[in-house]
T-cell receptor
Framework: SAVISQKPSRDICQRGTSLTIQCQVD?????MFWYRQQPGQSLTLIAT?????????ESGFVIDKFPISRPNLTFSTLTVSNMSPEDSSIYLC????????????FGQGTRLTVV | GENVEQHPSTLSVQEGDSAVIKCTYS??????FPWYKQELGKGPQLIID?????GEKKDQRIAVTLNKTAKHFSLHITETQPEDSAVYFC??????????FGKGTMLLVSP
């Protein structure tokens, strides 16, 4: 499976600021996704990162709050904008490796604390 | 959309015992059911999966069963070891590589 690297691994941020999280994959992948895992909770899909076009957001998530870029088949970024303590979560990058593939693999995650 | 229920939320067993975690799903169109293990401070790791054309799959001490009619699937871990202690998530696909997760089961294996 692909090796997925996320940066930063953790950060503590002031409310009102923004943080950009990077996801780098060691091979080209068709699908890239961003998930949020709130403390002690399950994983919730934020959006599908589409290469060369706007991301597809799930209900409850909007582009102004979570802008996403995907300039190529190996890299994506998620920005958490105008942060509040409620945004404290683990943010996870996930990839699906081929057209029609259903397997999804995850990076190590970015643990964000907003103070 | 898909809804996945997972039970129990916590499970404590003695080393060597078996552990069973159960999940149900709502969308009959789902055809892929993975299980992930998440250790503290790490991302979820895919440990086993099953597709809707198969009723059971085994990988050493881990097995997964699927009942499509009842829309439920289960994870079975035999001969548990302390290193099996982690949070386990079941999931069902809502599209290509898009997953809906259960709420997780914290498994504690005591020596």
């Amino acid at each position: 499976s692909a090796v997925i690297s996320q940066k930063p691994s953790r950060d503590i941020c002031q409310r009102g600021t923004s943080l950009t999280i990077q996801c780098q994959v060691d091979s080209q992948v068709t699908m890239m996704f961003w998930y949020r895992q709130q403390p002690g909770q399950s994983l919730t899909l934020i959006a599908t990162a589409n290469q060369g076009s706007e991301a597809t957001y799930e209900s409850g998530f909007v582009i102004d709050k979570f802008p996403i870029s995907r300039p190529n088949l190996t890299f994506s970024t998620l920005t958490v904008s105008n942060m509040s303590p409620e945004d404290s979560s683990i943010y996870l990058c996930s990839v699906g490796e081929g057209v029609g593939s259903t397997e999804a693999f995850f990076g190590q995650g970015t643990r964000l604390t907003v103070v | 959309g898909e809804n996945v229920e997972q039970h129990p939320s916590t499970l404590s067993v003695q080393e060597g015992d078996s552990a069973v975690i159960k999940c149900t799903y709502s969308d009959s169109a789902s055809n892929y059911f993975p299980w992930y293990k998440q250790e503290l401070g790490k991302g979820p790791q895919l440990i086993i999966d099953i597709r809707s054309n198969v009723g059971e799959k085994k990988d050493q001490r881990i097995a997964v069963t699927l009942n499509k009619t009842a829309k439920h699937f289960s994870l079975h871990i035999t001969e548990t070891q302390p290193e099996d202690s982690a949070v386990y998530f079941c999931a069902a696909n809502s599209g290509y590589s898009t997953l809906t997760f259960g709420k997780g089961t914290m498994l504690l294996v005591s020596p």
